[in-house]
């Protein structure tokens, strides 16, 4: 069996680990492919947007293309027919729950401002918000969505975790309306697919009781930008976005200087060891393969 990785690291433990394959290492960013690349199995390296349709047509036998992000969005439009995609979920799940904590707490505990007073020299005193005690909606029950839900609870948050379909302990995505009107924190943690983009709009933030924060620790798309500047605007909402719709933002957007708005370039996954955890993901996919056995984290397709 044969399998392109994009990291050199990688490809030697791979072939050092699973006996039967050979490695190419190739980053499809380069967008330049070898002569004559053949591979049963892709493994991505991360890019937000996935390759131009027909990059990957010319990889002969190609079975599964591994992703290491949770999200997948645009990947099924170009793979060639009859190819498996397997997303990174499970990867990233605590350090992006990190993340979206971090971001929430420190918008609550005004810690932008310190940094500027610190900045200035300032010392610059003044009243705080905890977290403990606010309603928190999580949409996405995913391991982002549940670590998410998992500290709020922790810390003493009232939360409710929405999904696409009602379950035990999760509630559907059809009850998000009436759940709004109750949320101190909406925390976004979806993946972008045609039913999420655009999720909260002017509507779903006018629904927001005033003060509260949002939290998009999912694709910038799940968001209405210019809906939740206009809202941020008037200090009615404040929000943590570690991902932003344009990603990135050209240097005169408003975001960048938009009141109550905390902004991290999209590294709620990027924390340390995530390479080695996606190395081990990896190896586990050729394993199954090997085997004939399914793959881990299907989202279209069987080998």
Do not use: K
Not at 36 to 53: G, Y
Not at 212 to 227: K, M, P, Q, S
């Amino acid at each position: 069996m044969h399998v392109v990785v994009g990291d050199e690291r990688m490809g030697a433990m791979l072939a050092a680990a699973v006996p039967g394959v050979s490695v190419t290492v190739w980053d499809w960013r380069s967008r330049t492919a070898p002569d004559a690349l053949a591979a049963d199995l892709l493994v991505s390296e991360f890019c937000p947007t996935p390759p131009a349709a027909g990059l990957l047509a010319g990889i002969a036998g190609l079975r599964v293309v591994q992703l290491p992000s949770s999200g997948f969005a645009g990947w099924p439009a170009v793979l060639p027919e009859g190819v498996t995609l397997c997303t990174g979920r499970g990867l990233h799940g605590r350090s992006t729950a990190e993340a979206a904590l971090g971001g929430l707490l420190a918008v609550l505990r005004r810690l932008p401002d310190a940094v500027r007073a610190q900045d200035a020299g300032h010392w610059a005193p003044g009243e705080t918000e905890q977290l403990s005690g606010r309603r928190v909606v999580v949409v996405g029950a995913g391991d982002v969505g549940t670590g998410i839900a998992t500290a709020t609870t922790a810390l003493g948050c009232p939360t409710v975790l929405v999904g696409r379909d009602e379950r035990d302990g999760v509630a559907g995505i059809d009850q998000l309306g009436r759940l709004l009107a109750e949320a101190d924190v909406l925390v976004l943690a979806v993946p972008l697919t045609g039913s999420t983009r655009r999720l909260v709009g002017a509507d779903a933030l006018a629904a927001l009781p005033d003060g509260a924060v949002v939290v998009n620790v999912a694709r910038g798309e799940v968001v209405d930008t210019d809906a939740l500047l206009a809202e941020t605007a008037t200090g009615r909402l404040r929000a943590y976005l570690d991902v932003v719709d344009p990603e990135p933002p050209p240097p005169d957007h408003p975001v960048w200087s938009a009141t109550g708005v905390l902004i991290t370039p999209h590294t709620g996954g990027s924390a340390s060891g995530w390479r080695d955890r996606y190395t081990e993901l990896v190896i586990d996919q050729a394993r199954r393969l090997l085997a004939g056995s399914a793959p881990r984290n299907v989202v279209r397709g069987e080998p």
